[in-house]
């Protein structure tokens, strides 16, 4: 399977642990046996591949059965028991001579040494791999029924699998040289896609130290920020003016629960590990294992509303959003406080 020309190595092995891993590889799934033989001598593992009360003639020529295999074919025991001879040596000489033909990979043992390894595909289970896939995709009783419904555009109650993105490798043609009995029996196997995932990009930063400066910046909310900056550059002062500030301070703590929200969630299904410099109230915050603590504590609430009120007037003054920030009155403070105050069951 790795290249027609190779002469080496000669590997013959039938003794592998069985896994229950559901892996398709060696002691897991039934290879069928396979010979690397030169084309025209195809008949001899033909006749290797015949089979007598359902056991292969291989399998007697190992066991040396001769007296079944001259009673078969009506030839003498002693023409069986040359022919036994012959394919002992055929079948366990061993030679794990690589070959140039064979793809190497240098793998490391500790910091100076290594393995040089030669790559080998094992026809049988390649081959095996195929079946399963032409099995699920076309040959089941669901897939052909499932298939038919879907060319009729009927209902199908089952429905059926296949297998997409499958290229598809010709090996022998009608002049095969060098070549293994499966590989010119079934000529044609399958690779499975070898693409790298796609990564769907996360707009979650997960916070290390401060969630007001690493999951939630300024920018994200720099429509608020320059909308309160217009009314804060106001020469006067009225009932409107200050409910549109509340409304805008308000609009800038739904974005904080929101993002409070996002990263709750994705960490219900996080299995990576979490930062330990979090400051505690942002852990009962936002960590999925302080959920009863949240609703039976308030400490950490009144730590999280003045964080949120302190973020808010940095992300005003300090941040690069607003180039030229004026300077809050103490009345604009206090409405910070309040209105992020009135929020605290809604950041439970």
Known sequence: MSHPSCKYPRVYSTDFKKYQDGYLRSGNAEALFDLHINATQLKVYKFLSLKINDVYILEYLKNSNVALLAETFGLSGAFFENIVNMFTDCIYSQSVDTDRFVKQVYFPIGFEQYHQLSLLTPAGLVFNMK????????????????????????????????????????????????????????????????????????????????????SFTAWQAKEILEALHRLFLTDYNNINIRDGRDYRIQQYVDLVIEKMWQVRLFLEDYSGELSSALPLEQKIWLYPEFAEQRQQEDEWLDKITRHIARGLINHYSRSKVIPNPVTLADQELLAIEEVVASNKENLR
């Open 131 to 214: 079946a399963k896939i032409d099995w699920i995709t076309s040959r089941s009783p669901q897939a052909y029924s499932g298939k038919k419904a879907r060319k009729n555009n009927d209902y199908h109650e089952l429905g059926y699998k296949t297998l997409s993105d499958l290229t598809v490798t010709k090996h022998g043609g009608d002049h095969p040289k060098n070549i293994s009995g499966l590989n010119n029996k079934y000529q044609t196997y399958y690779l499975l896609s070898s693409i790298p995932p796609e990564l769907i990009p996360r707009d979650i930063r997960l916070p290390k130290t401060d969630f007001f400066k690493e």
